[in-house]
């Protein structure tokens, strides 16, 4: 009896994961993102790789933010179609930073007929003429989110002419210190956006314009051709002026950000320039990705040019992920 028992307790339970139900399959893989399914998860055996690459389901909502700093450019783009392409026209949602380009974008646009949320950050790939075009096929469209790109103001008609649902548009901007001293000064202050916004976006319910060149006449117009509006967010927006009129127009807005209300609970608050004028940050804040502010001395711009040569020895994270690609 006793060596029956030592032998019972020294048995190792073998689990056959590739006989794991499928609802329970896909609550696991709908934990991953996409490149830990697409080379790794979804490559383990046949079961799962029959999940990944035949049930669009799995697909229909894409996160790729960061895909951008741990990937190349290339190869998260690739990825990125693949993606789409297993989603199989059932694509809702796609949201990613940096690595997003023209090119990627119209694939999107090419099968992706229900999308209805685009949420791109840092893409200076993308230009007013692609994002413009892109959006015709999206006429579901009800929440967009342009967030440190390239893209401008001008576009904002277009888009609203294109998706006649848009619920929740956001299109910030990043200002520098330098901008805001001569914000007041002529040129510096830019309606486009806005007056497209009023003349095309009548569904909205959320706006988050930060760092945003618009005026009091812009907000006022927004104010009056966006009846629905219950959430806007004008912080940065140097050129405005909350007079007692504009205050009053805003009242009946649930949820109001104002120019100098604190930018701490802004996802990409690290990426702007935050002066004394505005609370809610350091002194200065300098984005890593573009040089927004000249702000190293003389002295200082030699540590910096070590810290140069220190990362080109270095080479990128992505790397690492050169093996991985290379047997897929």
């Not at 934990?31 to 830990?36: H, Q, T």
């Not at 342009?146 to 277009?158: D, M």
């Not at 350091?282 to 711009?301: A, F, G, Q, R, W």
Request: net charge negative; with cysteine.
């Amino acid at each position: 009896m006793d060596d029956d028992a030592g032998e019972g307790e020294g048995e190792v339970e073998i689990r056959d994961w590739a006989g794991m139900p499928s609802d329970a399959l896909f609550a696991v893989f709908g934990r991953l993102d996409v490149a830990d399914i697409l080379t790794g998860a979804g490559r383990a055996c046949r079961a799962w790789r029959r999940l990944a690459d035949g049930d669009p389901a799995l697909w229909r909502r894409l996160d790729m933010t960061h895909h951008g700093d741990i990937l190349e450019t290339e190869e998260a783009e690739a990825m990125a179609r693949a993606a789409v392409d297993r989603a199989a026209g059932t694509l809702q949602s796609f949201c990613a930073d940096t690595f997003v380009t023209d090119s990627l974008l119209s694939y999107i646009s090419g099968r992706a007929p229900s999308l209805k949320s685009l949420q791109l950050s840092m893409c200076d790939e993308v230009s007013n003429e692609a994002l413009a075009e892109a959006v015709k096929s999206f006429p579901q469209l009800e929440e967009l989110e342009i967030t440190f790109c390239s893209l401008n103001s001008n576009v904002c008609e277009s888009v609203g002419r294109a998706c006649p649902h848009l619920k929740s548009f956001r299109l910030n901007e990043r200002w520098t210190i330098l901008q805001r001293g001569f914000a007041a000064f002529e040129g510096m202050d830019d309606d486009t956006g806005a007056l497209g916004i009023a003349s095309s976006m009548p569904e909205l319910r959320d706006l988050q314009l930060i760092g945003n060149n618009l005026t009091n006449t812009g907000l006022a117009a927004i104010l009056d051709h966006c009846p629905r509006l219950e959430s806007l967010d004008v912080r940065r927006c140097c050129n405005l002026q909350m007079d007692d009129a504009l205050r009053s127009k805003c009242a009946r807005i649930g949820n109001l950000r104002l120019p100098r209300d604190p930018i701490t609970d802004f996802k990409y608050r690290a990426y702007l320039a935050i002066s004394d004028d505005y609370p809610g940050g350091s002194d200065i804040e300098v984005d890593m990705y573009d040089d927004l502010l000249d702000v190293v001395t003389d002295e200082e711009d030699a540590e910096f040019d070590d810290m140069a040569d220190y990362i080109d020895g270095v080479g990128s994270d992505a790397d690492m992920y050169d093996d991985v690609f290379d047997d897929v």
